[in-house]
């Protein structure tokens, strides 16, 4: 029989695991998992209590701890990289990385010339459909759609 849900995680056999093991590695999504989803992304800020539990995780030397997004180096920095030592930042989905003090560009030599095109369709989208927007990042085109008019047409 195949399980409708995830099963809850057996907490024993977990910490266990934990304690056994010599080297840990996490990687936590930023939106909707560390942070809530919301309507404006800027307000998703991360708490206090959010902050110190990724302190503990990367003050331990047996863990690896990192912070994957689709949101841009800018952000990450401001709001957890500065915070945090020893934290991994992924932004823009794996575009750029950043282990230490530095970031590393992974597109580099990449062509990037699609945007453009991308760039129009969106707009044109965009100025079809009210509420919403484009979001432009160093390796992406996004368009955001969730304030929008009309949702079911957008």
Not at 36 to 53: E, G, R
Not at 65 to 72: L, P, T, Y
């Amino acid at each position: 029989m195949i399980a409708k849900y995830t099963q809850p995680l057996n907490s024993t056999f977990l910490v266990k695991a934990y304690k056994d093991a010599h080297k840990r590695l996490f990687l936590f999504d930023y939106d909707g998992t560390l942070t809530p989803i919301v309507n404006n992304p800027a307000d998703a800020q991360p708490t206090s209590t959010l902050l110190h539990c990724l302190h503990l995780l990367c003050k331990d030397p047996a863990n690896i701890v990192w912070v994957i997004s689709g949101r841009d180096q800018l952000f990450l920095d401001l709001h957890l990289g500065s915070k945090i030592p020893r934290l991994g930042l992924s932004a823009e989905h794996g575009s750029f990385m950043k282990k230490t003090h530095d970031w590393t560009d992974m597109l580099e030599n990449a062509d990037m010339s699609w945007k453009e095109k991308a760039l129009g369709l969106f707009q044109k989208y965009t100025d079809q459909n009210p509420g919403t927007v484009i979001e432009q990042k160093k390796s992406s085109i996004t368009w955001h759609y969730r304030n929008a008019a009309d949702i079911e047409n957008a």
